[in-house]
């Protein structure tokens, strides 16, 4: 089983950057695809960066060119650096993989990201 741990999260003022940090753990060689989610409070969870099975990076209309997912294979670490961030970027922000054939999704705990205006 992979383990996922956020890191990073807090409060920042509109127009300020954060960096989030996800240590990965685990049954690591059985990692497809990774990458960033997040749930605002009555809103459904939704993708914000993902790095798929095959390589391609994807983002979410509403963050690109303000957010950048990254990874350091070495340390077992996914980032997201978000810069210009907005008073609707507040939200619960979750790192998740998917492992094994069956593609399982596996969460971390998550961290919470607070912009104010």
């Known amino acids: 089983q992979v383990q996922l741990v956020e890191s990073g999260g807090g409060l920042v003022q509109a127009g300020g950057s954060l960096a989030l940090s996800c240590a990965v753990s685990?049954?690591?060689?059985?990692?497809?695809?990774k990458g960033w989610y997040r749930q605002a409070p009555g809103k459904e969870r939704e993708m914000v960066a993902v790095f798929s099975s095959g390589g391609t990076t994807y983002y979410a209309d509403s963050v690109k060119g303000r957010f950048t997912i990254s990874i350091d294979n070495v340390k077992n670490k996914l980032f997201l650096q978000m810069n210009s961030l907005k008073p609707e970027d507040t939200a619960a922000y979750y790192c998740?993989?998917?492992?094994?054939?069956?593609?399982?999704?596996?969460w971390g705990r998550g961290t919470q990201v607070t912009v104010s205006t």
């Open positions: 998740a993989v998917t492992q094994g054939d069956t593609f399982e999704i596996v």
């Open positions: 685990g049954n690591i060689s059985s990692i497809n695809a």
